[in-house]
């Protein structure tokens, strides 16, 4: 039984975790498997009983407040992440360096609600600083890390290529190294559709070769990949 580890018996475990089930019956039929008895509930549905048969690693409803580590939490995408995790139970540590590619005043508006939240951290630092971010993982231990900080905007990549190889794949190599240093149980890193440079095929599909960018921020975004 998947769940034998994960949950105490005669746990309620909110369905929308995401856990793949064989289910029983609707009525409260009992089983016995590795002597533990769960009960899966949706809302006020009535609860049902069923066998656990795989435990996927990231749940989405039932966590013992996992924290997560997001890099780039104050962007678009960042914001609504931390959003999603924090109304799941997550515990959020967001890490950016408010880079003033964008207006600040967008960023600060995206992170604000999350500022009075007693599960959010937010780290001010810039994912080149390999000590800083190192110090942040040690502190907060977290269980999972996404990796979605980057210097954005292909256009002024072509004038300042250095700026975006130091920022997209130092900053990369830092992130892993940390993962690596303080051990997760799983990680995302976020690429770019501008891998895929001046592609004829429309809409793009991942198995294409992705190997002629056309800015030097897609050929960041294509060399992180490997």
Known sequence: ???????????????????????????????????????????????????????????????TMKTVLVTGAAGFIGSNLTKILLEEGYRVVGVDNFDDTYDLRFKEANIAPFLDNANFKLERIDIRDMDALASVFEAEKPSYAVHLAAKADTRKAVDMPRLYTSVNIDGT????????????????????????GNSSRVPFTEDEPADRPLSPYGATKRAVEH
């Open 1 to 63: 039984c998947a769940c034998k580890d994960e949950f105490p018996a005669g746990h309620k475990i909110p369905l929308a975790a995401h856990v793949r089930l064989v289910f029983i019956k609707r009525k409260a039929e009992r089983f016995q498997q590795c002597g533990n008895s769960c009960e899966f509930v949706h809302g006020n549905a009535a609860p049902r009983r069923a066998v656990v048969i795989e435990m996927r690693p990231f749940y989405t409803g039932y966590n």
């Open 173 to 196: 190599l830092n992130f892993l190294e940390a993962c690596r240093q303080y051990p997760v149980l799983n990680l995302v890193i976020a690429s770019s559709s501008s891998v895929y």
